[in-house]
Structure formats: structure tokens, C-alpha cells
């Protein structure tokens, strides 16, 4: 009698089943016919505009690298408030993206992307030559900076601008030495604490590629208040991160990299003054 409703009772489970994923199956079914519907009638609305100009040229591109383990979004700090600035400043025209500096081999794939017209990350030479690539990094990121510009070398490539702000070399890195893609290169450092910058970077064909300056800036008799920043950056990389928050190092960093984006078009609102 037990084994009989015992029987009865698994049957009854597996019908409950089968009736449950057939609901499943309808509804889902279902969904999808509303889904394929509303995307058909939508189709032209979804479809992203496009311009026979925008699409022949691309953009200058401004990439950035932050040092350390700092997030690219984290607005305390100098390269991303410059990334900020040039962004509102140029509407179209310029792209402007900061990564963190791990993220090098991502920010190569953005750079083969938008270079590409079709967007397909595959290259012609006419659109490799043509690419206006500007790089900037803080700390490792500065490190990163170059590493990539060597990598773009290898891409067939040319890089504008390339700046080091207290660059700190990666392990089998080499940041003393500019690639000779590129054409303009400046090192920004400091040179006490802890973590100091890279002294001297050299162009390694000095017929290709000039080198601006090797900066150098001491904040022993004139230290810099980086309240902002983390208490343990302050204590233990002073003036490692008195030059990531120094505004005068990061003017000159500025007007350099705006000195190769294309004219503003007037907007009718106070300009920021660069020193």
C-alpha cells in the first residue's frame, strides 16, 4: 500500500515538473516574440548616426595612465582632472581616455580601434600614418607610457607627444629610452624619497624624435599641501606625490598636450590660463 502511494505521489511530482517547465518554456517564448518585435520596429531609431567626415577622419587620441594602484575614474588626482579639462574643451575632434596602468595591452586595442575606419582594429598604412597618438603617465603609468609607444613602434605607428611625470620603471621595463616613433617626448621628475622619478630620458634615434626637456623639481624648501590624497602617500612617497598633486607641473603637462590638439572653436567662456 506504501510503494502504491509512494507511486502515486513521485508520478504526480513529475507531472507538477513537466507542467512547470512547459510555463517556463512558453513564457520565454513568449518573451522573445515581444523582444524581436520591438527590435524590428525600432531598427531605425536604434541605428547610430553617422558622417561621411567624422568617418574618413580620426580623432587625435590622448591616452593616459594613472601610477600605482590608482583607478582611471579616481578624481583626486592630476591626470584625470587634465583628462576632465580636455574632454569638456573639445567636444569632438579629440578622445580622451585614462587607464590604469595594467590596462596598457586595453588602451593599444582602443588606440588600433579608432584608428581604424571601419572600427575593426585592422590598419592600413594610409591610417597609420595618419594617427596622432599623444600619451601621458604618472609614476608606473609613466613606465607604461613608453612601453606603449614601443609597442605602437612595432605597429608601424607614430606617436606625437609623449610625457613622464616621476616616471618609476616596471620590471623589464626600459623608460629611459624613446622609441623613435616618436616625435616629441618631456620628463617631468623629482628626485628625493622613497620613489623618484626616472632623471633622464634620451631618444634613441635623435634624428627622429626631440626631447623637450628633463624637468627636474625639489619640494624640500617648498613642499606642496596634497590634503586630498591618501595619509599614507603623504607620509611614505612625500614628494613622489607632491609632484602628482603640484599644479605647476601639471600646467606644463597641459599646455604641452593642447599644443597639439586642433584649434578650439570660440565658445564664449573664459579659457583656462596655462603657465
Given at each position: 500500500?506504501?510503494?502504491?502511494?509512494?507511486?502515486?505521489?513521485t508520478?504526480f511530482i513529475m507531472?507538477l515538473k513537466?507542467a512547470v517547465?512547459?510555463?517556463?518554456g512558453?513564457?520565454q517564448?513568449?518573451?522573445?516574440?515581444?523582444l524581436?518585435?520591438?527590435?524590428?520596429?525600432q531598427?531605425g531609431?536604434a541605428?547610430?548616426?553617422?558622417?561621411s567626415?567624422n568617418s574618413?577622419?580620426?580623432?587625435?587620441?590622448?591616452?593616459?595612465f594613472?601610477?600605482?594602484?590608482?583607478?582611471?575614474?579616481n578624481?583626486?588626482?592630476?591626470?584625470?582632472q587634465?583628462?576632465?579639462?580636455?574632454?569638456?574643451?573639445?567636444?569632438?575632434?579629440v578622445y580622451?581616455?585614462?587607464?590604469?596602468?595594467?590596462r596598457?595591452e586595453?588602451?593599444?586595442?582602443e588606440?588600433?580601434?579608432?584608428?581604424?575606419?571601419?572600427?575593426?582594429?585592422t590598419?592600413?598604412?594610409?591610417?597609420?600614418?595618419?594617427?596622432?597618438?599623444?600619451?601621458?603617465?604618472?609614476?608606473w603609468?609613466?613606465?607604461?607610457?613608453?612601453?606603449?609607444?614601443?609597442?605602437?613602434?612595432?605597429?608601424?605607428?607614430p606617436?606625437?607627444?609623449?610625457v613622464q611625470v616621476?616616471s618609476i620603471?616596471?620590471?623589464?621595463?626600459n623608460?629611459?629610452v624613446?622609441?623613435a616613433n616618436?616625435?616629441?617626448?618631456a620628463n617631468?621628475?623629482?628626485?628625493?624619497?622613497?620613489?623618484?622619478?626616472q632623471?633622464?630620458?634620451?631618444?634613441?634615434?635623435g634624428?627622429?624624435?626631440?626631447i623637450?626637456?628633463?624637468?627636474?623639481?625639489?619640494?624640500k624648501s617648498?613642499p606642496?599641501?596634497?590634503?586630498k590624497?591618501?595619509?599614507?602617500?603623504?607620509?611614505?612617497?612625500?614628494?613622489?606625490?607632491e609632484i602628482?598633486?603640484?599644479?605647476?607641473?601639471?600646467?606644463?603637462v597641459?599646455?604641452l598636450?593642447?599644443a597639439?590638439?586642433?584649434?578650439?572653436?570660440?565658445?564664449g567662456?573664459?579659457?583656462r590660463?596655462?603657465?
Amino acid at each position: 500500500m506504501r510503494n502504491h502511494v509512494r507511486a502515486k505521489i513521485t508520478f504526480f511530482i513529475m507531472l507538477l515538473k513537466n507542467a512547470v517547465w512547459s510555463m517556463v518554456g512558453f513564457i520565454q517564448a513568449f518573451s522573445l516574440l515581444c523582444l524581436s518585435l520591438f527590435s524590428s520596429g525600432q531598427s531605425g531609431s536604434a541605428r547610430p548616426a553617422t558622417s561621411s567626415d567624422n568617418s574618413t577622419i580620426s580623432p587625435v587620441i590622448v591616452i593616459g595612465f594613472m601610477g600605482g594602484f590608482v583607478k582611471h575614474d579616481n578624481a583626486v588626482h592630476s591626470g584625470v582632472q587634465l583628462a576632465a579639462r580636455l574632454r569638456q574643451d573639445y567636444a569632438s575632434g579629440v578622445y580622451v581616455e585614462v587607464f590604469e596602468n595594467r590596462r596598457r595591452e586595453k588602451a593599444r586595442q582602443e588606440i588600433l580601434r579608432l584608428l581604424s575606419k571601419n572600427h575593426d582594429g585592422t590598419l592600413t598604412a594610409e591610417e597609420k600614418q595618419n594617427a596622432r597618438v599623444i600619451i601621458y603617465g604618472m609614476s608606473w603609468g609613466a613606465s607604461e607610457t613608453v612601453t606603449l609607444a614601443r609597442e605602437l613602434e612595432r605597429d608601424s605607428i607614430p606617436v606625437l607627444l609623449t610625457v613622464q611625470v616621476d616616471s618609476i620603471s616596471k620590471i623589464r621595463q626600459n623608460d629611459a629610452v624613446i622609441p623613435a616613433n616618436v616625435a616629441e617626448a618631456a620628463n617631468f621628475y623629482q628626485p628625493s624619497g622613497m620613489l623618484h622619478g626616472q632623471p633622464q630620458i634620451r631618444a634613441a634615434d635623435g634624428s627622429r624624435t626631440r626631447i623637450l626637456g628633463n624637468y627636474r623639481f625639489d619640494y624640500k624648501s617648498k613642499p606642496i599641501l596634497c590634503d586630498k590624497y591618501p595619509w599614507y602617500d603623504r607620509v611614505f612617497t612625500k614628494s613622489h606625490t607632491e609632484i602628482e598633486c603640484d599644479p605647476t607641473v601639471w600646467n606644463q603637462v597641459e599646455s604641452l598636450i593642447r599644443a597639439k590638439l586642433p584649434a578650439q572653436k570660440p565658445t564664449g567662456l573664459p579659457q583656462r590660463s596655462i603657465q
